[in-house]
């Protein structure tokens, strides 16, 4: 019973490095949603996709870049990494018009 | 802008005793109100919800309340238990898929 799964759980880069975040959720939900979350600031949207082939921008989008063209799998890309992107980076999915979202584990991510 | 606060970054209270988180929001267009609980090296999870056109839900020892007039909503734990020590945040949504998180609080239950 995996639910939500993260790869990889912890990472470092360099400054201009690239990386892409995985997230893979077995629960057939339509909505899948990228947070950050940082010191005294909870949990920021960054992307969220509503359906396969579909992405949108949340809160903090700036920098990133996310993909859906599987049902079951949300990337997050990071394409020229800054220290400021570091952060506590959580995946989460819903069924369609369902609020209880399904968070994975969290992948860290330090930027140097 | 944070749309969701939680001024109280943590809170301590005696195993047995009731906690009371509180959150307050500034959109009136949220219609959907959550809190999460949150363990170290965990995902947040789940608690419990309620929708705007309701003033409290209750499940087991957690019981949400929402003041819409003030735009306050909190959770009670009553008893409070040693497992409940995690960080609890308050979310809320317009629509379903745009949820917006509280900062967190710290909840530690003294045995």
């Known amino acids: 019973n995996a639910g939500v799964t993260q790869t990889p759980k912890f990472r470092v880069l360099k400054t201009g490095q690239s990386m892409t975040l995985l997230c893979a959720q077995d629960?057939?939900?339509?909505?899948m949603y990228w947070y950050r979350q940082d010191p005294g600031m909870g949990l920021r949207l960054i992307h969220y996709?509503?359906?396969?082939?579909?992405?949108a921008k949340g809160e903090v989008p700036d920098g990133y870049n996310v993909s859906r063209l599987k049902k079951q799998n949300f990337l997050l890309g990071l394409e020229s990494a800054a220290p400021s992107q570091t952060s506590v980076y959580f995946c989460?999915?819903?069924?369609?018009?369902?609020?209880?979202?399904?968070f994975g584990q969290g992948t860290r991510l330090t930027v140097v | 802008d944070q749309q969701v606060k939680q001024n109280s970054p943590s809170l301590s209270v005696q195993e047995g005793r009731i906690s009371i988180l509180n959150c307050d929001y500034t959109?009136?267009?949220?219609?959907?109100f959550l809190w999460y609980k949150k363990y170290p090296a965990e995902g947040p999870t789940f608690l419990i919800s309620i929708s705007s056109i309701k003033d409290k839900n209750e499940d087991g020892r957690f019981t949400v309340f929402l003041n819409k007039s003030a735009k306050h909503l909190s959770l009670h734990i009553v008893p409070s238990q040693p497992g409940d020590s995690a960080v609890y945040f308050c979310?809320?949504?317009?629509?379903?898929?745009?949820?917006?998180f509280g900062a967190g609080t710290r909840l530690t239950v003294k045995p």
């Open positions: 996709s509503v359906g396969e082939g579909t992405t």
């Open positions: 629960m057939n939900h339509e909505y």
């Open positions: 979310a809320a949504s317009e629509i379903h898929n745009d949820m917006r």
């Open positions: 989460a999915s819903t069924a369609a018009l369902s609020t209880e979202a399904f």
């Open positions: 959109n009136s267009m949220f219609d959907y």
